[in-house]
């Protein structure tokens, strides 16, 4: 079992930043790859992106391509998400997960555990 609690949501105009943290329970969090995702109100749940096991790989959807950044850090059993040039098109609930398989980690149904989501809202 792996409990996911994110934090760093909160209100930022467009073109600010903000680091999304996502604190993982267990001693085996470096046998997870880790991902996020969003939804925004009305629509369905999407993927942001996501970071292999040791961190040597990283995906991203293409819209946060080059704005986004995921890290780990397995001593700590955190994630990060670094969002940077934010645009009110980013505000969404923002949810970490936990893989346990490696590949598929753009599809929600590849992720066993979730967190409970953290806001993100961006103003114009």
């Known amino acids: 079992q792996v409990q996911l609690i994110e934090s760093g949501g909160g209100l930022v105009q467009a073109g600010g930043s903000l680091r999304l943290s996502c604190a993982a329970s267990?001693?085996?969090?470096?046998?997870?790859?880790m991902g996020w995702f969003r939804q925004a109100p009305g629509k369905e749940r999407e993927f942001v992106t996501a970071?292999?096991?040791?961190?040597?790989?990283?995906y991203y959807a293409d819209s946060v391509k080059g704005r986004f950044t995921i890290s780990r850090d397995n001593a700590k059993n955190t994630v990060y998400l670094q969002m940077n040039s934010l645009k009110p098109e980013d505000t969404a609930v923002y949810y970490c997960?936990?893989?346990?398989?490696?590949?598929?980690?753009?599809?929600?149904?590849?992720?066993?555990?979730w967190g409970q989501g953290t806001q993100v809202t961006v103003s114009s």
């Open positions: 997960a936990a893989a346990l398989a490696p590949f598929g980690l753009t599809t929600m149904g590849s992720y066993r555990y």
């Open positions: 970071i292999s096991r040791n961190g040597g790989s990283t």
């Open positions: 267990g001693r085996t969090f470096s046998s997870y790859a």
